[in-house]
């Protein structure tokens, strides 16, 4: 049975970066599909995408976060990573990462707060 | 890039049906289908319901159906049970290359 899990600090100063990782475990492994999404939801809000990597290296992002955000895969670990800089208060929400075209799977997500 | 457009919240009695639209311009739901439907019971991550506008997860029950017209897609579900009372997102793919999700909609099973 094929998991992501979100792991990373939980708490994020204003200003400095967010940094998150997906680890895919159970069978699939992270070159085994084209596309890895991340995605968040703040508490009580719709979800919004924030980016995906094409295994093949090439990376889409949302427009409004462009700016902000790296998301990079690591084969060897099963790894996907997303990095979002320049954090504020608008940033804390639950992430999560998903796999495929479609978020066939998604892991069980991870809150960050944004707080000093 | 703009969300698409669902009403915030819909209702039924168990064994009704009922319709939620998702709509959006010719540059995303209406361009590509490449529509997908999401469930998201409180405090879980959300699930995969139907993807390419009208195909089901292996899993996914037959009361739930998809398709699209112009530039709006529906997700109908057959048969209400109150397991469905959830929350709902529409996604699409865009012709900028990236995804877009819907606002949400509540499902009430009165």
């Known amino acids: 049975q094929v998991q992501l899990q979100e792991s990373g600090p939980g708490l994020v100063k204003p200003s400095e970066t967010l940094s998150l990782t997906c680890t895919v475990s159970?069978?699939?492994?992270?070159?085994?599909?084209?596309?890895w999404s991340w995605i968040r939801q703040p508490a009580g809000k719709g979800l919004e995408w924030i980016g995906r990597?094409?295994?093949?290296?090439?990376?889409n992002y949302n427009p409004s976060l462009k700016s902000r955000v790296t998301i990079s895969v690591d084969t060897s670990k099963n790894q996907v990573s997303l990095k979002l800089s320049s954090v504020t208060a608008a940033d804390t929400a639950v992430y999560y990462c998903?796999?495929?075209?479609?978020?066939?799977?998604w892991g069980q997500g991870t809150m960050v707060t944004v707080s000093s | 890039q703009s969300a698409l457009t669902q009403p915030a919240s819909v209702s039924g009695s168990p064994g009704q049906s009922i319709t939620i639209s998702c709509t959006g311009t010719h540059s995303d739901v209406g361009g590509y289908n490449y529509v997908s439907w999401y469930q998201q019971h409180p405090g879980k991550a959300p699930k995969l319901m139907i993807y390419?506008?009208?195909n089901r997860p292996s899993g996914v029950s037959n009361r739930f159906s998809g398709s699209k017209s112009d530039n709006t897609a529906s997700l109908t579900i057959s048969g209400l049970q109150a397991a469905d009372e959830a929350d709902y997102y529409c996604s699409s793919y865009t012709r900028s290359s990236t995804l877009v999700f819907g606002g949400g909609t509540k499902l009430t099973v009165l």
């Open positions: 990597i094409y295994i093949r290296g090439s990376t």
């Open positions: 998903a796999r495929g075209w479609a978020f066939d799977i």
């Open positions: 159970g069978g699939s492994n992270s070159s085994d599909f084209y596309y």
């Open positions: 390419d506008v009208s």
